[in-house]
Protein backbone atom coordinates (compact mmCIF):
# COMPACT_ATOMS: atom_id res chain seq x y z
CA UNK A 1 0.00 0.00 0.00
CA UNK A 2 1.47 3.51 -0.78
CA UNK A 3 -0.03 7.03 -0.51
CA UNK A 4 0.56 8.70 -3.73
CA UNK A 5 -0.61 11.96 -3.54
CA UNK A 6 -2.05 14.86 -1.37
CA UNK A 7 -4.79 14.38 -3.51
CA UNK A 8 -7.57 17.49 -1.96
CA UNK A 9 -8.93 19.57 1.60
CA UNK A 10 -12.45 19.65 2.78
CA UNK A 11 -12.20 23.45 5.13
CA UNK A 12 -15.09 23.84 6.91
CA UNK A 13 -15.64 28.01 7.33
CA UNK A 14 -18.65 30.33 8.69
CA UNK A 15 -18.22 32.31 5.67
CA UNK A 16 -18.17 31.07 1.99
CA UNK A 17 -18.85 34.48 0.29
CA UNK A 18 -15.13 35.43 1.59
CA UNK A 19 -13.46 32.02 0.88
CA UNK A 20 -15.07 32.16 -2.89
CA UNK A 21 -13.25 35.74 -3.47
CA UNK A 22 -10.01 34.91 -1.32
CA UNK A 23 -9.74 31.89 -3.74
CA UNK A 24 -10.61 33.74 -6.91
CA UNK A 25 -9.07 36.99 -6.61
CA UNK A 26 -6.12 36.28 -4.45
CA UNK A 27 -5.22 32.63 -4.96
CA UNK A 28 -6.52 32.56 -8.50
CA UNK A 29 -8.16 29.31 -8.46
CA UNK A 30 -11.57 28.83 -10.09
CA UNK A 31 -14.81 28.86 -8.13
CA UNK A 32 -16.85 26.25 -8.98
CA UNK A 33 -20.39 25.36 -7.34
CA UNK A 34 -20.55 21.77 -5.77
CA UNK A 35 -23.51 20.11 -4.52
CA UNK A 36 -25.54 21.29 -1.14
CA UNK A 37 -23.64 24.28 -0.89
CA UNK A 38 -20.12 23.75 -1.01
CA UNK A 39 -17.77 25.68 -2.53
CA UNK A 40 -14.91 23.87 -4.79
CA UNK A 41 -11.94 26.11 -5.95
CA UNK A 42 -10.56 24.22 -8.62
CA UNK A 43 -6.73 24.73 -9.68
CA UNK A 44 -6.14 21.81 -12.55
CA UNK A 45 -7.97 19.58 -14.71
CA UNK A 46 -9.04 17.50 -11.54
CA UNK A 47 -12.64 19.13 -10.60
CA UNK A 48 -11.39 20.63 -7.65
CA UNK A 49 -8.87 20.48 -4.79
CA UNK A 50 -10.42 22.75 -2.00
CA UNK A 51 -13.82 22.21 -1.05
CA UNK A 52 -15.05 24.62 1.26
CA UNK A 53 -18.77 23.90 3.05
CA UNK A 54 -20.11 25.92 5.71
CA UNK A 55 -20.18 25.14 8.96
CA UNK A 56 -19.99 26.57 12.91
CA UNK A 57 -16.26 27.01 13.05
CA UNK A 58 -13.49 27.60 10.98
CA UNK A 59 -11.13 24.66 10.40
CA UNK A 60 -9.47 22.32 8.48
CA UNK A 61 -12.19 19.10 7.95
CA UNK A 62 -9.79 16.82 6.50
CA UNK A 63 -7.19 16.10 4.58
CA UNK A 64 -7.60 13.71 1.46
CA UNK A 65 -4.72 11.49 0.95
CA UNK A 66 -5.01 9.10 -2.40
CA UNK A 67 -4.22 5.56 -3.79
CA UNK A 68 -3.67 4.16 -7.36
CA UNK A 69 -5.90 1.39 -6.97
CA UNK A 70 -9.13 0.02 -5.04
CA UNK A 71 -6.23 -3.07 -3.53
CA UNK A 72 -4.61 -0.45 -2.42
CA UNK A 73 -7.26 1.33 -0.70
CA UNK A 74 -8.48 -1.95 1.11
CA UNK A 75 -4.82 -2.46 2.04
CA UNK A 76 -5.14 1.11 3.35
CA UNK A 77 -7.85 0.19 5.33
CA UNK A 78 -6.54 -2.65 7.10
CA UNK A 79 -3.55 -1.07 7.96
CA UNK A 80 -5.04 1.97 10.19
CA UNK A 81 -7.64 -0.74 11.55
CA UNK A 82 -4.72 -2.65 12.89
CA UNK A 83 -3.28 0.25 14.47
CA UNK A 84 -6.38 0.51 16.43
CA UNK A 85 -7.44 3.72 14.64
CA UNK A 86 -11.78 3.81 14.27
CA UNK A 87 -12.22 3.44 10.14
CA UNK A 88 -15.27 5.46 9.39
CA UNK A 89 -16.97 4.65 5.76
CA UNK A 90 -17.25 7.33 3.40
CA UNK A 91 -21.43 7.51 3.32
CA UNK A 92 -22.76 7.93 -0.24
CA UNK A 93 -23.78 11.99 -0.09
CA UNK A 94 -19.88 12.51 0.97
CA UNK A 95 -18.41 10.31 -1.52
CA UNK A 96 -20.09 12.42 -4.14
CA UNK A 97 -19.13 15.38 -2.88
CA UNK A 98 -15.75 14.39 -2.58
CA UNK A 99 -15.78 12.97 -6.16
CA UNK A 100 -13.98 9.71 -5.81
CA UNK A 101 -14.89 5.61 -5.97
CA UNK A 102 -14.50 5.68 -2.42
CA UNK A 103 -13.14 6.71 0.58
CA UNK A 104 -12.94 5.88 4.50
CA UNK A 105 -11.96 9.00 7.46
CA UNK A 106 -9.63 8.10 10.44
CA UNK A 107 -8.27 10.58 13.16
CA UNK A 108 -4.39 10.42 13.81
CA UNK A 109 -2.45 9.93 17.29
CA UNK A 110 -3.25 13.69 17.24
CA UNK A 111 -6.94 14.01 17.26
CA UNK A 112 -6.93 14.98 13.16
CA UNK A 113 -9.38 13.67 10.68
CA UNK A 114 -8.03 12.44 7.34
CA UNK A 115 -8.87 10.56 4.82
CA UNK A 116 -7.88 8.10 1.84
CA UNK A 117 -9.75 7.59 -1.41
CA UNK A 118 -9.14 5.59 -4.19
CA UNK A 119 -10.22 6.36 -7.92
CA UNK A 120 -11.24 10.44 -8.85
CA UNK A 121 -13.66 11.07 -10.51
CA UNK A 122 -13.41 14.26 -13.14
CA UNK A 123 -14.33 15.53 -16.44
CA UNK A 124 -11.18 17.19 -16.81
CA UNK A 125 -12.24 20.47 -17.58
CA UNK A 126 -9.22 22.83 -18.83
CA UNK A 127 -8.45 24.86 -15.65
CA UNK A 128 -9.10 28.62 -16.63
CA UNK A 129 -7.67 30.76 -13.61
CA UNK A 130 -9.42 34.44 -13.09
CA UNK A 131 -5.94 35.68 -12.54
CA UNK A 132 -4.20 33.76 -15.39
CA UNK A 133 -2.48 31.78 -12.50
CA UNK A 134 -0.48 28.43 -13.71
CA UNK A 135 -0.55 25.63 -10.37
CA UNK A 136 2.68 22.76 -10.33
CA UNK A 137 0.46 19.55 -9.26
CA UNK A 138 1.30 16.95 -12.07
CA UNK A 139 2.32 14.24 -10.10
CA UNK A 140 2.67 15.88 -7.15
CA UNK A 141 0.07 16.12 -5.50
CA UNK A 142 -1.57 19.65 -5.08
CA UNK A 143 0.92 20.90 -2.50
CA UNK A 144 1.29 20.13 1.35
CA UNK A 145 -0.49 20.20 4.83
CA UNK A 146 1.86 21.52 8.15
CA UNK A 147 -0.21 20.49 11.16
CA UNK A 148 -0.15 21.48 15.09
CA UNK A 149 0.14 18.64 17.64
CA UNK A 150 1.20 18.03 20.84
CA UNK A 151 2.63 14.18 20.84
CA UNK A 152 4.95 14.48 17.83
CA UNK A 153 6.65 11.28 18.09
CA UNK A 154 3.13 9.54 18.02
CA UNK A 155 2.03 10.92 15.49
CA UNK A 156 4.96 10.81 13.42
CA UNK A 157 5.43 6.78 13.76
CA UNK A 158 1.64 6.44 12.70
CA UNK A 159 2.56 8.01 9.49
CA UNK A 160 5.82 6.17 8.70
CA UNK A 161 5.05 3.08 10.32
CA UNK A 162 1.10 2.54 9.70
CA UNK A 163 1.11 4.77 6.63
CA UNK A 164 4.03 4.18 4.61
CA UNK A 165 5.01 7.34 4.56
CA UNK A 166 9.16 8.66 4.80
CA UNK A 167 10.77 10.94 7.23
CA UNK A 168 12.14 13.81 4.71
CA UNK A 169 14.03 15.90 7.23
CA UNK A 170 13.77 17.50 10.81
CA UNK A 171 13.72 21.18 12.22
CA UNK A 172 13.99 21.39 15.73
CA UNK A 173 13.78 25.60 16.10
CA UNK A 174 14.13 28.29 18.94
CA UNK A 175 10.53 30.66 18.69
CA UNK A 176 10.83 31.75 22.34
CA UNK A 177 14.57 31.72 23.84
CA UNK A 178 12.76 31.35 27.07
CA UNK A 179 10.89 27.88 25.77
CA UNK A 180 12.83 24.64 24.69
CA UNK A 181 13.01 24.66 20.90
CA UNK A 182 10.08 22.76 19.08
CA UNK A 183 10.02 19.98 16.40
CA UNK A 184 9.13 20.12 13.00
CA UNK A 185 9.25 16.76 11.03
CA UNK A 186 8.38 16.67 7.11
CA UNK A 187 7.57 13.17 5.87
CA UNK A 188 6.88 12.41 2.07
CA UNK A 189 4.70 10.04 0.03
CA UNK A 190 5.55 8.14 -3.16
CA UNK A 191 6.00 10.68 -4.95
CA UNK A 192 8.65 13.57 -5.61
CA UNK A 193 7.53 16.92 -3.56
CA UNK A 194 10.17 17.00 -0.93
CA UNK A 195 7.33 16.51 1.89
CA UNK A 196 3.23 16.40 1.59
CA UNK A 197 2.90 16.28 5.13
CA UNK A 198 4.52 17.79 8.63
CA UNK A 199 3.47 18.23 12.04
CA UNK A 200 5.07 20.74 13.80
CA UNK A 201 4.82 20.96 18.01
CA UNK A 202 2.29 24.13 17.73
CA UNK A 203 -1.29 24.65 18.72
CA UNK A 204 -3.68 26.20 16.37
CA UNK A 205 -7.33 25.79 16.84
CA UNK A 206 -8.32 25.53 13.27
CA UNK A 207 -6.26 22.57 13.14
CA UNK A 208 -4.05 23.21 10.90
CA UNK A 209 -0.88 25.40 10.81
CA UNK A 210 -0.20 26.14 7.13
CA UNK A 211 -0.85 24.92 3.29
CA UNK A 212 1.03 24.86 0.47
CA UNK A 213 0.33 25.55 -3.28
CA UNK A 214 3.01 25.84 -5.89
CA UNK A 215 3.22 27.77 -9.14
CA UNK A 216 5.67 27.84 -11.96
CA UNK A 217 7.28 30.87 -11.59
CA UNK A 218 8.47 33.87 -9.21
CA UNK A 219 6.75 35.98 -11.55
CA UNK A 220 3.38 34.28 -10.58
CA UNK A 221 4.23 34.61 -6.73
CA UNK A 222 5.45 38.06 -7.45
CA UNK A 223 1.61 38.61 -8.91
CA UNK A 224 0.00 37.04 -6.06
CA UNK A 225 1.86 39.31 -3.64
CA UNK A 226 0.29 42.00 -5.17
CA UNK A 227 -2.81 40.55 -5.17
CA UNK A 228 -2.42 40.02 -1.40
CA UNK A 229 -1.87 43.36 -1.13
CA UNK A 230 -4.82 45.10 -3.51
CA UNK A 231 -7.09 42.91 -1.38
CA UNK A 232 -6.71 43.67 1.97
CA UNK A 233 -5.03 39.91 2.99
CA UNK A 234 -2.88 39.33 5.92
CA UNK A 235 0.89 38.91 5.23
CA UNK A 236 2.20 36.42 7.75
CA UNK A 237 5.47 35.71 6.36
CA UNK A 238 7.73 37.81 3.49
CA UNK A 239 9.17 36.32 0.75
CA UNK A 240 12.37 33.91 1.23
CA UNK A 241 13.58 30.70 0.42
CA UNK A 242 13.33 27.23 2.88
CA UNK A 243 16.56 25.25 3.43
CA UNK A 244 14.64 21.66 2.79
CA UNK A 245 12.52 21.94 -0.63
CA UNK A 246 14.15 25.26 -1.90
CA UNK A 247 10.76 27.26 -1.99
CA UNK A 248 10.88 30.42 -2.73
CA UNK A 249 7.46 31.37 -1.07
CA UNK A 250 5.71 33.80 1.07
CA UNK A 251 2.97 33.52 3.73
CA UNK A 252 -0.75 34.85 4.46
CA UNK A 253 -3.79 34.81 6.40
CA UNK A 254 -7.01 32.55 5.05
CA UNK A 255 -10.44 33.79 5.70
CA UNK A 256 -10.55 30.41 8.23
CA UNK A 257 -7.27 31.82 10.05
CA UNK A 258 -5.14 29.48 9.28
CA UNK A 259 -2.03 30.13 6.45
CA UNK A 260 -1.55 29.17 2.62
CA UNK A 261 2.39 29.60 1.63
CA UNK A 262 2.50 30.39 -2.05
CA UNK A 263 5.17 29.53 -3.39
CA UNK A 264 7.30 28.03 -6.49
CA UNK A 265 10.99 26.04 -7.23
CA UNK A 266 10.20 23.57 -5.09
CA UNK A 267 12.61 20.52 -5.40
CA UNK A 268 11.27 17.50 -6.89
CA UNK A 269 13.51 14.66 -5.24
CA UNK A 270 14.45 10.83 -6.28
CA UNK A 271 14.02 9.14 -2.65
CA UNK A 272 16.19 6.39 -4.17
CA UNK A 273 19.38 9.16 -3.34
CA UNK A 274 17.99 10.71 -0.79
CA UNK A 275 19.53 11.07 3.46
CA UNK A 276 17.32 12.27 5.56
CA UNK A 277 18.76 15.47 7.61
CA UNK A 278 17.95 18.01 10.12
CA UNK A 279 18.17 21.93 9.77
CA UNK A 280 18.21 24.16 12.70
CA UNK A 281 16.53 26.88 10.83
CA UNK A 282 13.87 26.61 8.39
CA UNK A 283 15.21 29.34 5.50
CA UNK A 284 18.32 30.44 3.88
CA UNK A 285 16.55 34.00 4.05
CA UNK A 286 13.38 35.48 4.14
CA UNK A 287 10.39 34.21 5.74
CA UNK A 288 10.19 37.10 8.15
CA UNK A 289 7.40 36.49 10.42
CA UNK A 290 4.70 39.33 10.87
CA UNK A 291 2.90 37.94 13.12
CA UNK A 292 -1.03 36.39 12.61
Not at 158 to 180: C, Q, R, Y
Request: charged content about 25%.
Amino acid sequence: MKITEFGYVVVGTTDLGKWRDYGTKVLGMQAVDGPDGVLYLKMDERDFRFAIQKGDKEQLFASGWGVDSEADFHAAKKAVEGAKAKVTPGTPAEIKLRKVQDFFSFLDPSGLRHEVFWGPIASFSRFVSPTGTRFKTDGLGFGHAVLPTSNIQETVAFWTKVMGFGVSDLLHMTLDPSKPPISIYFMHCANGRQHSLAYAELGDPTGCNHLMVEVDSIDEVGHALDRVDQNGVKLTLTLGRHVNDDMISFYMKTPSGFQIEFGTGGVVKDWSKHQVFETTRGSHWGHKFLGM
